[in-house]
Structures are given as C-alpha cells and as structure tokens.
C-alpha cells in the first residue's frame, strides 16, 4: 500500500481495495495512503485544493430533530479556521446555507417579518465564511429559495466577481482565479505593443492585473511590453474595481519600473463549473417551502433548466478546447435516478432499501446532465453534491474514464463539535483526494488513464 499521488499512481483497479471511507467502516490500509497523500506529498503540492462545506443550515432558530441550526456558526467557524491554515485556493458551499425559523411559522408563508430574519440568518452565516481570505464560492440548494427568491439570495450573499457569469447563480471559472496577493495598485507597469489606445496595466505578483485608468504622462514608459496581456487574469472580473481611479492610477504609476513581469499564474488547466438546480422541470424557478409546498415544487423535483443545459455544453466544448478538465458543483445528487450509476462499477455498494431516498435526493432531470458530462470521456474529473445529508453511498465511480460523483455530508447534524467538511485537492496526474474532517467522508481516486493537469 506504499504509494503517493505525487508519484504515478497504480491503475484504478490496483488502488481500489484502499480507498478510504472514513465514515462506512472499512478496514485496510487506506488510511496510511490518505496519510501520504496529503502529509508526504502535501496539499501545497496539489495543482489545486479547495474547501468545501455544505447544507449548512444556520438560523438561530431551535433544534429540529438532529439538525443543530446555531451550531452551525461554530461548526463554519472551524471549518474556515483548517481552510485557511491549509492555504486552499478557495472555498465552496454546495447549498443550504441557511434556514429559516419554524418556531415563528415561518416555513408556512413568506411574510415581510420572516423574510428579514431570514436574510439575517444569511448574512450571519456568510460573514463567518467571510473570516477566510481567499476566493469564496456559492451554490444555490432548496432550503436557500424556501422564503427568499433566487435573487434575494444572491443579492445577500459575498459572490465572487472572477467568475464568467452564466446567468443567476450559474457561471464558471478557472483554477488560475484564485487567492488574490497584495493590494490593486501593487506591482508591474505593463504594455503591449502596437496597441491603438496606449493601455496601461499593472501586474501584481500573483499574476493578475488591473487597469490603469488614467496614467501619468510618464507611466506607460516606464511600463515592460507584455508580449499576450491575456495570459493575466483581470482582477474583480473586469469590473468595477478592475479599473483604477485617479489616486489609485497615481500610485501605480509612481512605482519604479521592473526588469521583468511577474509570471502568468501557474496554472489554469481546470474549469470549475456551477450549476443551478432550482428549478421545475418547465425552467421556472422554484421554491421549497416546508409546510406549504407549491404544486410542482418540491425538494425531490429539482432540474437544470433547458438554457442552463445550452451553457453547461458550450463550457465543456470550450473547456475541452482548451485542453482543461472540469469539475462541476451542484446541490443535488446526480447519481441516482433513471440510469443513475450509483452503488455500479469501481464505486462502494448501496445498501439495500437505499436506492429510492438516493433517487428522491437526485435532480431530476440527472440523467440529461450526466450525458453531457460524459459525453467526452475524461473531461469532467469529479462532480460534488450536497443535499444527501447522511449519503450512502457517497460516492460513485462507474469506470476508470468517468466522473468521480461525491456527495457530502451535512455540516448541520448534530451538536458541535460534531461537523462535517473537506479539504479537495486535484492532483497534476488528476488524482483527486477528499480530506474529510470529523463526520466527512474521506477518498482518493486516481485520474483517468494519462491525464495529466
């Protein structure tokens, strides 16, 4: 059982005997190859690691059954602290940020008083994500839309702005987009050459630039030619504060010149993809009120709607053009339902009398997605779900070339310090490891045959 996924990983079939589910019980040598994966070789020795948390459903509300809403804060509050000490690219939650509070009936009807209390609950909860400095990532899950719409949400969530937007809480982005390094005025004066409206850009030390908007008369001559400006990332999207006002383009441009530019960021071969699954299988949003649910609108009927679908192609067309791999976010299961893969293939069994709450807990149209997903056989490496609160199995792997389907468990069960979160980190061979934390799920997969990052 001696290996390491920084060293060529044995073929999928000789590694599976030792992949590790921490939380099913199995007895074999896997916890000594997770030891290696992510202490030998190291998270900083991952082409890209992240955090993910999710169904975290905070409100300071009572406990219903075994979901602790107000520990919530101190479960987000340590799951942030390990994220950040461990230096993650960025940090995700796959949906059920919040909740809402039924102890003032508030899972009956959207009323002004439960709507306020309710955005609260969310603002709280993000503000503690907020206590970590990276890139952070939402996803929008049934319990986000049960009094709120989509866009009251949004409107009250931090989104990130490096992102290539799809349209309401879909868009995708790259593994170059990551944890920004120092301030926006900071770095490398820089130009291109021949370029008709005499640009002016600064370029920081992680490899992303902002505009100068208005420079002094001697600040593009001071400034180095980059030969392709687009190989760095615009800061903040491209908006807003991308473009440097009056003081801060002074300050730019008062800095002595380089000698050289700093590099473009290491790498941007992955594309992460999100997907929004708040809908009804006739693309209108939905909402999942508990005590009163709409006809047509439920927990167990979430669906892509048919112009998500028409984006998700183009991105993995332009994806796989691109010589990238993807990795995909969404609330809902996509491993169950008509022809779902769970429990077949390299991944663990479903127990028996489990496949019906797996299919209840998938999106419904799952099948449509998983064909597009699949369509080029090792481009999506792994998709990552919430929803499932106690998922099992976990995981499914039908072969070698197909995508890692992870489900993660609920940060909201149980009284702290009972938790559930995870450290992901993608491999340069495309090995992916899930380093699950307290009730978390642990796994290492190896990559499809060749793949390289």
Known sequence: ???????????????????????????NCAPLLLLLATEVCGIDDAAV????????????????????????????????????????????????????????????APTEHCKNITIGFLRTIDNAVGNYSGPRYHVLGNHDVDILNQSEVLNNEDVQKN?????????????????????????????????????TWVIH??????????????????ALVAPDIKVYPKRHGGQGAYNLNVAQSDIA???????????????????????????????????????????????????????QLTWLENELENAASMNQKVIVFIHYRLDGGPGGPVGTGLGPPIPSGNRGWVDDCTLENAQVVRALLERVPGLVLATFSGHDHHPNPPYTKETAESPLYFTHSALVEGSYPQNA?????????????????????????????????
């Open 421 to 453: 979160y995870s450290i992901v980190s993608v491999y340069s061979n495309c090995s992916i490891s899930v380093k699950g934390y307290v009730n978390a799920t642990s796994v290492l997969i190896p990559g499809p045959t060749g793949c390289t990052l």
């Open 253 to 307: 441009c008062e800095q002595d010149a380089c000698t050289s530019l700093p590099a473009p960021p290491k790498n941007d071969s992955l594309r992460f993809i999100v997907l929004n699954g708040d809908y009804t299988d006739h693309d209108i949003p939905w909402s999942d009120l508990d005590d009163n649910p709409f006809p047509g609108e439920s927990w167990n009927k979430a669906n892509v709607p048919s112009f």
């Open 49 to 108: 690691s992240f955090g993910i948390i999710t169904d975290v459903h905070y409100a300071d509300a009572p406990t219903i059954g075994t979901r602790v809403y107000r520990d919530s804060l101190r479960k987000v509050a340590d799951a942030v602290q390990t994220m950040e000490a461990n230096n993650v690219d960025f940090v995700i939650e796959l949906g059920d940020f919040k909740d809402t509070d039924a102890s003032q009936n508030c899972t009956k």
């Open 163 to 199: 992102v290539s937007q799809g349209g309401p809480g879909y868009y995708s982005f790259t593994s170059g987009a990551g944890r920004v390094v120092g301030n926006d005025t900071a770095g490398c004066l820089a130009k291109v050459t021949g370029d008709p409206y005499s640009n």
């Open 205 to 222: 030390e992680d490899g992303t630039r902002n505009w100068i908007q208005y420079p002094m008369a001697n600040c593009r001559l001071k």
């Open 1 to 27: 059982c001696c290996c390491c996924c920084c060293l060529p990983l044995p073929s999928f079939s000789q590694l599976l005997p030792v992949l590790l589910l921490t939380n099913m019980g199995f007895l």
